[in-house]
T-cell receptor, first 113, second 117 residues
Framework: DSGVTQTPKHLITATGQRVTLRCSPRSGDLSVYWYQQSLDQGLQFLIQ???????AKGNILERFSAQQFPDLHSELNLSSLELGDSALYFC????????????FGPGTRLTVL | AQTVTQSQPEMSVQEAETVTLSCTYD???????LFWYKQPPSRQMILVIRQEAYKQQNATENRFSVNFQKAAKSFSLKISDSQLGDAAMYFC??????????????FGKGTKLSVKP
C-alpha cells in the first residue's frame, strides 16, 4: 500500500459525458501528479500540482482539467469524453515539487462506451 | 526532450534463473534519477529500484540490481533467482534532478516479463 488513494476504482460512462477522478496523496506529500496509461500511448504525464498551484503540464487535453485543494487532495476532471479517453488514470504523490521519488495510487480504470 | 527506450517488449525467464531487462535513455541533463517500476496484473505501480545519476555505484535491492552506464546512457535491471511473483510489466523511468521545473516521470514503453515454473 503506497498511501495514495484514488476513487473510484472503476468508472464506466458514455461518450460526451463528464467525470471526476479523485486522489488523496500520502500524508505530508505536497505534490500530486496525474498520469494516463493507455495501450497505444503508454504511460503519459498529464499534470502536476504542488501545494495547490499548477506546477507542470504534460500531454493534457483541453477537455481535461485538474485542481488541488487546500487539504491537498486533487481532482482530475474529464469532459466531453471520447472513446479514446478510455484508460487507466494514475495519481502519484511526492514530498516536494521536484522530489524525485513518486508513489502511485491504485489507479482509476475509465471505460467510455 | 528526454526519452526512455525499452527495446524488449517481452522477455521470459525460468524460475530461479537470472534475467536482464534493458533500458536506454537520452538526456542532456547531468543531474537526474532513474527508476524501475513493476506493474503486476493488479495494475499497481510498484517502485523496484532507483539510481541517482551522480552515484557511480550500482543500486541493489535484494534480488534486484541495476547496471548503470552513464556514458552509454544505459540502465538495465537484473533480476536474480526469479520467482513466479516477478511476472509483471516492468517500466524504466527517468526524472530530472533537483532544480528542474518539471518533476514528472518519463516512462519507457515497458517490458512484459513472464516467469516459467
Amino acid at each position: 500500500d503506497s498511501g495514495v488513494t484514488q476513487t473510484p476504482k472503476h468508472l464506466i460512462t458514455a461518450t460526451g459525458q463528464r467525470v471526476t477522478l479523485r486522489c488523496s496523496p500520502r500524508s505530508g506529500d505536497l505534490s500530486v501528479y496525474w498520469y494516463q496509461q493507455s495501450l497505444d500511448q503508454g504511460l503519459q504525464f498529464l499534470i502536476q500540482y504542488y501545494n495547490g498551484e499548477e506546477r507542470a503540464k504534460g500531454n493534457i487535453l483541453e477537455r481535461f482539467s485538474a485542481q488541488q485543494f487546500p487539504d491537498l487532495h486533487s481532482e482530475l476532471n474529464l469532459s466531453s469524453l471520447e472513446l479514446g479517453d478510455s484508460a487507466l488514470y494514475f495519481c502519484a504523490s511526492s514530498a516536494g515539487a521536484n522530489y524525485n521519488e513518486q508513489f502511485f495510487g491504485p489507479g482509476t480504470r475509465l471505460t467510455v462506451l | 526532450a528526454q526519452t526512455v527506450t525499452q527495446s524488449q517488449p517481452e522477455m521470459s525467464v525460468q524460475e530461479a534463473e537470472t534475467v536482464t531487462l534493458s533500458c536506454t535513455y537520452d538526456t542532456s541533463e547531468s543531474d537526474y534519477y532513474l527508476f524501475w517500476y513493476k506493474q503486476p496484473p493488479s495494475r499497481q505501480m510498484i517502485l523496484v529500484i532507483r539510481q541517482e545519476a551522480y552515484k557511480q555505484q550500482n543500486a541493489t535491492e535484494n534480488r534486484f540490481s541495476v547496471n548503470f552506464q552513464k556514458a552509454a546512457k544505459s540502465f538495465s535491471l537484473k533480476i536474480s533467482d526469479s520467482q513466479l511473483g516477478d511476472a509483471a510489466m516492468y517500466f524504466c523511468a527517468y526524472i530530472r534532478g533537483y532544480g528542474g521545473s518539471q518533476g514528472n516521470l518519463i516512462f519507457g514503453k515497458g517490458t512484459k516479463l513472464s516467469v516459467k515454473p
